[in-house]
């Protein structure tokens, strides 16, 4: 059974850091890509940042270069989403997304306010 669980979220204020985890089982992660996407209150989901299955290539949304960084372990199945100088509008429901096997997580919130 596919399954991807996300942690790390919570309340944090503006210029403050989150590091969210996704935990993969059932499948190779290693085979797979993996994205991070965020969803805000009223707005569609957007893809936040991807890093291939090997960690050789990433990318990343306009909106959050320079401050996020997307990382993985393969020994842990484990996909990574460090924020930092984090903004109000970086608020959402946080998704990690396998999508070679069209898996999705349950999703973490952030919020970020003072």
């Known amino acids: 059974q596919v399954q991807l669980v996300e942690s790390g979220g919570g309340l944090v204020q503006p210029g403050g850091s989150l590091r969210l985890s996704c935990a993969a089982s059932g499948f190779a992660f290693s085979s797979s890509a993996m994205r991070w996407f965020r969803q805000a209150p009223g707005k569609e989901r957007e893809l936040v940042a991807g890093i291939s299955n090997l960690r050789t290539s990433t990318n990343y949304a306009d909106s959050v270069k320079g401050r996020f960084t997307i990382s993985r372990d393969n020994a842990k199945n484990t996909v990574y989403l460090q924020m930092n100088s984090l903004k109000p509008e970086d608020t959402a429901v946080y998704f990690c997304?396998?999508?070679?096997?069209?898996?999705w997580g349950q999703g973490t919130q952030v919020t970020v306010s003072s």
């Open positions: 997304n396998a999508p070679r096997f069209n898996a």
